[in-house]
C-alpha cells in the first residue's frame, strides 16, 4: 500500500515463496511472484524465524544460528531471572 502499512494474505501454493528464501534482511524484493494483486510491489524482509522458531536479528550476518551475548533490553532477549 502507499502508506507503507501491512497487508495480511494468504498464499496456498508454497513455491511461491521460493523468491523469499535466502534472503536477508531488510532486503528488499519484488513480490510479483506473489500473484496478480501484487504486481508493481516491492517488500522488504523485516523478519522471520528459523526451523525451530527462534526470531532472526538483523546485524547477524550468518545463515546458521549463532549463540548472542544479548542483555536486558534487546531485541529477542527474555532475561530469565535477575542477578
Same mark, same amino acid.
Given at each position: 500500500? *502507499? &502508506?507503507?502499512?501491512?497487508?495480511?494474505?494468504?498464499?496456498?501454493?508454497? !513455491? /511461491?515463496? @521460493?523468491?523469499?528464501? /535466502? /534472503?536477508?534482511? *531488510?532486503?528488499? +524484493? *519484488? *513480490?510479483?511472484?506473489?500473484?496478480?494483486?501484487?504486481? =508493481?510491489? +516491492?517488500?522488504?524482509?523485516? =523478519? =522471520?524465524?528459523?526451523?525451530?522458531?527462534?526470531? !532472526?536479528?538483523? =546485524?547477524v550476518l550468518t @545463515?546458521?544460528?549463532?549463540?548472542?551475548?544479548?542483555?536486558?533490553? @534487546?531485541?529477542? @532477549?527474555?532475561?530469565? !531471572? &535477575?542477578?
Amino acid at each position: 500500500p *502507499a &502508506t507503507s502499512c501491512q497487508k495480511l494474505t494468504e498464499v496456498d501454493d508454497e !513455491r /511461491k515463496f @521460493h523468491t523469499f528464501y /535466502k /534472503k536477508r534482511m *531488510a532486503t528488499e +524484493v *519484488a *513480490a510479483d511472484a506473489l500473484g496478480e494483486e501484487w504486481k =508493481g510491489y +516491492v517488500v522488504r524482509i523485516s =523478519g =522471520g524465524n528459523d526451523k525451530q522458531g527462534f526470531p !532472526r536479528k538483523q =546485524g547477524v550476518l550468518t @545463515h546458521g544460528r549463532v549463540r548472542l551475548l544479548l542483555s536486558k533490553g @534487546h531485541s529477542c @532477549h527474555r532475561p530469565r !531471572r &535477575t542477578g
